[in-house]
């Protein structure tokens, strides 16, 4: 049978949520993280988040027919935790890392504007999906190798996965799912932060998508865990929720 459901989870708070929110709101320009992207770990409460996504997941194992995470270690990490010594399949692609910011790693708002004002001004020309840093991606280039991903996972047997991935990774994936064009996208994803190990649910009935819940962080809640936001950039910056898109026909078909 077709796959049915999908569970998107954001990784758990990672040291470099922490640091570069703290280089945000202290104006700094860059973020003093000495460690590459994909080495990431998780920070102290972003562990607490995973183990309460674990107990969530001992509730909901059966449910699961796959696991798939990205190849970064925080994702990794958390998944890791989640599942304990259950001896789970898990799949890793890399198609399914995180965005690569080319010559803007590991700057802030303020020392992309000083130390690359052009980048900058290409940003408000060209908009968040189709500006691509050098040496990075744009949503756009994301959406593509995500497409292919899909292509590929909706093939399989399974009913069901869950996905460890990142925030722009979950945005993405239910924008494509649910056939959301650049504008429906970025306002959905401005008004709807995915939080760090967050919980989102797309089923699919009559061959169409919908979104069943997103970033829901209850589970998080109920275990005691703290529940963080780390935006990141001001295109996040009003956290105000909006409800889901509608349900809306997209088979996702490789390209």
Not at 6 to 26: C, I, K, M
Not at 176 to 200: D, G, I, R
Request: glycine share 8%; no cysteine; proline share 7%.
């Amino acid at each position: 049978m077709p796959m049915k459901t999908l569970w998107l989870v954001r990784h758990g708070e990672s040291v470099g949520n922490v640091a570069a929110t703290r280089a945000e709101r202290e104006g700094l320009e860059r973020i003093p993280l000495d460690i590459r992207d994909a080495d990431v770990p998780l920070s102290p409460t972003g562990e607490e988040q995973a183990a309460a996504l674990g107990r969530w997941l001992d509730e909901h194992r059966a449910d699961v027919g796959m696991y798939w995470v990205s190849p970064y270690f925080r994702a990794r990490q958390t998944l890791a935790i989640a599942l304990g010594d259950e001896a789970a399949v898990v799949g890793v692609d890399e198609r399914i890392r995180d965005r690569e910011l080319g010559i803007l790693d590991l700057l802030t708002t303020k020392g992309v504007a000083r130390l690359h004002p052009e980048e900058a001004q290409r940003r408000r020309h060209l908009g968040k999906f189709y500006h691509r840093p050098p040496g990075g991606e744009s949503w756009a280039d994301v959406a593509l190798r995500l497409r292919s991903f899909l292509g590929d996972l909706l093939s399989r047997p399974e009913e069901s996965a869950l996905i460890v991935v990142h925030d722009a990774v979950v945005t993405l994936i239910a924008a494509l799912l649910l056939n959301l064009q650049e504008e429906e996208l970025l306002a959905f994803a401005a008004a709807n932060p995915v939080l760090n190990a967050s919980l989102s649910r797309l089923d699919r009935a009559d061959g169409v998508w919908g979104v069943t819940s997103f970033a829901d962080v209850s589970h998080l809640q109920e275990e005691g865990a703290d529940v963080t936001v780390h935006p990141g950039t001001p295109d996040v910056a009003d956290p105000r929720p909006v409800d889901p898109p509608e349900r809306r026909g997209s088979d996702v078909r490789p390209e």
